[in-house]
T-cell receptor, first 116, second 115 residues
Framework: EAQVTQNPRYLITVTGKKLTVTCSQNMNHEYMSWYRQDPGLGLRQIYYSMNVEVTDKGDVPEGYKVSRKEKRNFPLILESPSPNQTSLYFC???????????????FGDGTRLSIL | AQTVTQSQPEMSVQEAETVTLSCTYDTSENNYYLFWYKQPPSRQMILVIRQEAYKQQNATENRFSVNFQKAAKSFSLKISDSQLGDTAMYFCGLGRNNAGNMLTFGGGTRLMVKP
């Protein structure tokens, strides 16, 4: 089954304790990205990656890191989490678009992070 | 910069009725597409419909259709014969078709379908 898998689905932690949210896709997609969802703001892109070892900032990258060492994995790292990073996080992937037509993004089921 | 605005935070509709969700956007891109995602209480993100900006014909997917007004930068979603399973948060958004599939979302409209 084609899917994007995020772990954990829920996490409560404390300020300053480093954490990693994993994301893995089994569709051989080139493009992966991370979003955070906050009430009234919709989803905002944190980072994206167009392929292995190629990453770039989205709209709200402060306080986050990512890496893309393998095509299937795109972990999101919070080195020193703070309460304002409490949010619902989504990972997404899509195939590389050709001819100016990007493929739809497939989303994971989300990770609810609470930073106390 | 791209912006997407959904002016209706919440809406409700009676089962079997028709409802229209509004969305306006702004972009300087020439090659872009618009979409609506549905997020039910399970919080999955489900693509409802997509419209390429270069296409004049409005996209339809079964009971879902859009009214795309490019000059007005408007992209509304019409749901016909509403069903209880349509109860969800709906996000309008804009995607770039060039390198980097960056999506910009609106703030969402919470739709409640009443029996």
């Amino acid at each position: 089954e084609a899917q994007v898998t995020q772990n954990p689905r829920y996490l409560i932690t404390v300020t300053g304790k480093k954490l990693t949210v994993t994301c893995s896709q089994n569709m051989n997609h080139e493009y992966m990205s991370w979003y955070r969802q906050d009430p009234g703001l919709g989803l905002r892109q944190i980072y994206y990656s167009m392929n292995v070892e190629v990453t770039d900032k989205g709209d709200v990258p402060e306080g986050y890191k990512v890496s893309r060492k393998e095509k299937r994995n795109f972990p999101l790292i919070l080195e020193s989490p703070s309460p304002n990073q409490t949010s619902l996080y989504f990972c997404a992937s899509s195939a590389q678009g050709w001819g100016g037509y990007n493929q739809p993004q497939h989303f994971g089921d989300g990770t609810r992070l609470s930073i106390l | 910069a791209q912006t997407v605005t959904q002016s209706q935070p919440e809406m409700s509709v009676q089962e079997a009725e028709t409802v229209t969700l509004s969305c306006t956007y702004d972009t300087s891109e020439n090659n872009y597409y618009l979409f609506w995602y549905k997020q039910p209480p399970s919080r999955q993100m489900i693509l409802v419909i997509r419209q390429e900006a270069y296409k004049q014909q409005n996209a339809t997917e079964n009971r879902f259709s859009v009214n795309f007004q490019k000059a007005a930068k408007s992209f509304s979603l019409k749901i016909s014969d509403s069903q209880l399973g349509d109860t969800a948060m709906y996000f309008c958004g804009l995607g770039r078709n060039n390198a980097g599939n960056m999506l910009t979302f609106g703030g969402g409209t919470r739709l409640m379908v009443k029996p």
